[in-house]
Each structure stands twice: as structure tokens, then as C-alpha cells.
């Protein structure tokens, strides 16, 4: 069976210090589209020096789920892997990629290591944090969701591979910050949920309380906490914008 052809798909903006190394560990396919939603620093102009990258832009932010199924329609290829700008395929799965041959029907789940300030994040529910990357877009597409997009495959129809992503997607408390802001945004414009205060208490103290006890936090030490914390003002904040959503 002769190697089919993978196209990546990598969304970035304003992603000039860490452009590199994603499309650096992306050498292995014959394609990255990246979905460039609009940058003001060099991510395009640093992107233009790998001869297997095309640069497509989608001004403004439609949603995670769109940006990411344009990207896929531009591909030149039909076999999609998901890449995000603070992503990176191990050195293993990178050369494991050279000779992949997917299976159509199939898409294919990868465990993420998840960094924090350099140090792996072993508990919080960021390990294994298994994601499924690889797809045929004849075959799947990402469901129309506001936050935690995934793949229209059923689990029958997927392959775990035991090669790793690199996920470096808080750098700075002011990440954490900028993403509590859009993610809680981003929850709370989607239907089908109702807010309150007492809500937001509930759920805010349950998911520091989930993510440092029953899911392991407390062994990262000080970024188990950070991160705890984090978990816990996401949850808070997103129930009290539905209620201001929602109005009195």
C-alpha cells in the first residue's frame, strides 16, 4: 500500500515566539496550512521559510471549530493532522510519521504531554490527555461547538497511537488569564445552559477540588496548584457570564 499523502492544519496568531517549533517538528508531512487569524507580528513572515507550509488567512474569530474545518478545506490532501500554534509532534512520532500509513474509516488518537513552566504536568487531568489529531476529512469533521471541539468518529473507528504530542499551552500566568477570559466567553455563548451563583460556587470549588485531589494536582507541586486554581476560576467565571447572558 503506497503512503498517502497528510496535509497538517496549524491555527496561529501572533505566535512569532513559538511558530518555529511547531512547523520545525512538522517537516514530515507534505503540507501545513496555516490558518493565520490575523497576526500583527512575524508568525507569517517566520512561517515562510518552510517550503511545505502555505499561509491562508481568516481574519476575525469565528470559533475554534470553524477556523479549523476552513483549514482543512484548503488542504491540498484529504488525511488531516490537527496542529495548534503551542503544539509540537514528539521526535518520535515525528519520525514515525515519515512511514505512517492510515487506515480510511480510521482516525487516529494521540496521548498529549502537557507543559507548564517547563515542567510535564503529570496530574490535573493533563496526562494523558489523549486527543485524536489524524482524520480524513471525507470522513470526519469538527463538530460545530463554541469550546472543547471534537471529531464526528465514533470510538470503534479509533486507533490509539502511543507516540506523543507536546502541548506547551500556558507559558505565563498572563496565558492563563487570557484564556480563562476566552474560554469562560466562549462557554457561556453556547446554548442549552442555565447559570446562577450558586452554580458558579458549586462548580468553581468542585474543579479545584477535582483537579488537585481526585485528579493528582497535588503531585506537580506548585503548578499543580497554579493550574488547580486556574481550573477552579474557569468554571466560576463561566457560570456567572451565563447568568449575565441570561439577564435578570
Same mark, same amino acid.
Request: overall charge positive.
Given at each position: 500500500?503506497?503512503?498517502?499523502?497528510?496535509?497538517?492544519?496549524?491555527l496561529?496568531?501572533n505566535?512569532?515566539?513559538?511558530?518555529?517549533?511547531?512547523?520545525r517538528?512538522?517537516?514530515?508531512?507534505?503540507?501545513?496550512?496555516?490558518?493565520?487569524?490575523?497576526?500583527?507580528?512575524?508568525?507569517?513572515?517566520?512561517?515562510?521559510?518552510?517550503?511545505?507550509?502555505?499561509? #491562508?488567512?481568516?481574519? +476575525?474569530?469565528?470559533g475554534?471549530v @470553524?477556523?479549523? *474545518? $476552513?483549514?482543512? =478545506?484548503?488542504a491540498?490532501?484529504?488525511?488531516?493532522?490537527?496542529?495548534?500554534?503551542?503544539?509540537?509532534?514528539?521526535?518520535?512520532?515525528?519520525?514515525?510519521?515519515?512511514?505512517? #500509513?492510515?487506515?480510511? +474509516?480510521?482516525?487516529?488518537?494521540? @496521548?498529549?504531554? *502537557? $507543559?507548564?513552566? =517547563?515542567?510535564?504536568?503529570?496530574?490535573?487531568?493533563?496526562y494523558?490527555?489523549?486527543q485524536?489529531?489524524l482524520?480524513?476529512?471525507?470522513?470526519?469533521?469538527?463538530?460545530?461547538?463554541?469550546?472543547h471541539?471534537?471529531?464526528?468518529?465514533?470510538?470503534?473507528?479509533?486507533?490509539?497511537?502511543?507516540?506523543?504530542?507536546?502541548?506547551?499551552?500556558?507559558?505565563?500566568v498572563?496565558?492563563?488569564?487570557r484564556?480563562?477570559?476566552?474560554?469562560?466567553?466562549?462557554?457561556?455563548?453556547?446554548?442549552?445552559k442555565?447559570?446562577?451563583?450558586?452554580?458558579?460556587?458549586?462548580?468553581?470549588?468542585?474543579a479545584?477540588?477535582?483537579?488537585?485531589?481526585?485528579?493528582g494536582?497535588i503531585?506537580?507541586?506548585k503548578?499543580?496548584?497554579?493550574?488547580?486554581?486556574?481550573?477552579?476560576?474557569?468554571?466560576?467565571?463561566?457560570?456567572?457570564?451565563?447568568?449575565?447572558?441570561?439577564?435578570?
Amino acid at each position: 500500500m503506497s503512503k498517502p499523502q497528510i496535509s497538517a492544519v496549524v491555527l496561529a496568531k501572533n505566535a512569532e515566539a513559538i511558530i518555529d517549533r511547531t512547523l520545525r517538528s512538522s517537516v514530515p508531512f507534505a503540507e501545513v496550512v496555516l490558518v493565520d487569524n490575523g497576526s500583527t507580528d512575524r508568525t507569517c513572515e517566520l512561517a515562510k521559510k518552510y517550503p511545505n507550509v502555505k499561509i #491562508v488567512s481568516h481574519p +476575525g474569530f469565528p470559533g475554534f471549530v @470553524p477556523l479549523r *474545518n $476552513f483549514g482543512a =478545506g484548503e488542504a491540498a490532501h484529504d488525511w488531516i493532522f490537527v496542529l495548534d500554534s503551542d503544539e509540537e509532534l514528539s521526535p518520535e512520532l515525528g519520525r514515525a510519521m515519515e512511514t505512517f #500509513v492510515p487506515e480510511r +474509516g480510521k482516525a487516529y488518537r494521540f @496521548p498529549f504531554k *502537557n $507543559f507548564f513552566q =517547563g515542567q510535564w504536568i503529570r496530574g490535573c487531568g493533563w496526562y494523558p490527555d489523549r486527543q485524536v489529531c489524524l482524520y480524513h476529512r471525507k470522513d470526519h469533521a469538527f463538530q460545530p461547538r463554541k469550546v472543547h471541539e471534537s471529531l464526528d468518529v465514533q470510538e470503534k473507528d479509533i486507533v490509539d497511537i502511543p507516540l506523543h504530542m507536546h502541548h506547551y499551552s500556558y507559558t505565563s500566568v498572563d496565558d492563563f488569564l487570557r484564556k480563562m477570559q476566552l474560554y469562560s466567553t466562549l462557554f457561556a455563548e453556547e446554548k442549552g445552559k442555565k447559570g446562577s451563583f450558586w452554580k458558579a460556587l458549586l462548580h468553581g470549588s468542585y474543579a479545584f477540588f477535582r483537579s488537585y485531589i481526585l485528579k493528582g494536582g497535588i503531585r506537580d507541586g506548585k503548578n499543580g496548584y497554579i493550574i488547580s486554581k486556574y481550573n477552579q476560576h474557569v468554571a466560576y467565571y463561566k457560570y456567572l457570564k451565563l447568568v449575565e447572558r441570561d439577564g435578570p
